[in-house]
């Protein structure tokens, strides 16, 4: 009986412990989705901007989604045609977008890094990168993951705009054993 | 005595459960109270160098609603901002003769600087730096 009466309440109490795991995920789960703007943390919401500017779930909910940063894939957004953002505001601004993968062999344990330049320079300019970030010739800058963590090269974007370093197979996607040559 | 043997178990016992109870209690708060912290859209930039030294609320600047209407490339190429959240200089004076955000905030393109409290929207006291869910934020890195 007291043995009964014993294991109900560690039962009980693992259950419940369980609950709140589980409502504590959801709520995790639900401030990565689209906070409205006067509940952000960020916006004032006695501010009249509130109530005019447009809400991140209205203009994001409808594009590919995403696990992660604005839960938006918005390389798909942009290939498919979900999306056409401006490439340029000045007629005589040249645009280029280059198709070329580069790998990057010096992964230590990690699957190789392929970065394609198809993808950003959709986005980005060639000078966003070359030369401050990135020297032009393939294996001539130091990048190291330390220094992308800390907001240097790749972590200049990813991290902070881009999808996140939490994302790591999307760059390091080239198995050892399979470099394409 | 076994009364009072069995009493002090009982109170043993009670202290003990009280004590997981309390504890469960501050583990329960600590994660409700952490969890609405990080809320902003990522991506999102508070501008407060100026803002609220002269008397307006911060900016806040979302990458997620320009991006969708403009590459990276017309902003950190043509319009010349760095990419580096607290980087840019820049004056509302500048914005009004059409560089930076003015180039754009004209009453044509997107609405004029009229509308000051459209973009000076942010809390006060919140430090220039970019937000959002997951973030790199390595020492003076911003």
Request: aromatic share 6%; charged share 20%.
């Amino acid at each position: 009986m007291v043995l009964h009466k014993h294991t109900g309440r560690r039962l009980g109490l693992k259950y419940s412990i369980l609950g709140i795991l589980m409502l504590w995920a959801t709520s995790v789960f639900a401030a990565g989705s689209w906070t409205p703007l006067e509940k952000d943390g960020i916006h004032d919401p006695e501010s009249p901007a509130v109530r005019v500017l447009q809400q991140p779930r209205e203009a994001l909910s409808v594009l590919p989604d995403d696990t992660a940063g604005n839960m938006v894939h918005w390389v798909r957004a942009l290939q498919e045609g979900y999306i056409n953002p401006r490439t340029n505001i000045m007629p005589e601004t040249k645009i280029e977008v280059l198709d070329l993968d580069v790998i990057m062999p010096e992964t230590s344990e990690m699957p190789l890094v392929l970065f394609p330049h198809r993808q950003h320079t959709e986005w980005l300019d060639c000078s966003n990168c070359h030369d401050k970030i990135f020297k032009q010739k393939a294996g001539e800058t130091p990048v190291n993951m330390f220094a992308v963590l800390q907001g240097e090269y790749c972590g200049q974007c990813h991290g902070a705009v881009s999808f996140p370093l939490t994302e790591c197979k999307r760059c390091h996607s080239v198995p050892r054993n399979k470099v394409p040559r | 005595m076994k009364i009072t043997m069995k009493i002090l178990l009982g109170m043993i016992a009670t202290i003990h459960q009280t004590i997981q109870a309390a504890v469960l209690t501050v583990i329960v708060a600590l994660l409700f109270v952490e969890a609405p912290v990080v809320q902003a859209e990522y991506a999102d930039v508070i501008l407060n160098k100026r803002s609220e030294r002269e008397g307006m609320r911060p900016v806040i600047f979302p990458h997620w609603f320009h991006r969708i209407r403009f590459r990276c490339k017309v902003c950190h190429h043509e319009l010349g901002f760095e990419m580096r959240a607290g980087a840019n200089d820049m004056t509302m004076e500048q914005i009004t003769e059409g560089k930076f955000c003015g180039m754009c905030h004209d009453g044509e393109v997107a609405w004029s600087v009229e509308n000051c409290d459209l973009c000076h929207s942010g809390r006060r006291g919140l430090e220039s730096r970019i937000v959002g869910g997951h973030e790199t934020l390595g020492p003076g890195a911003w």
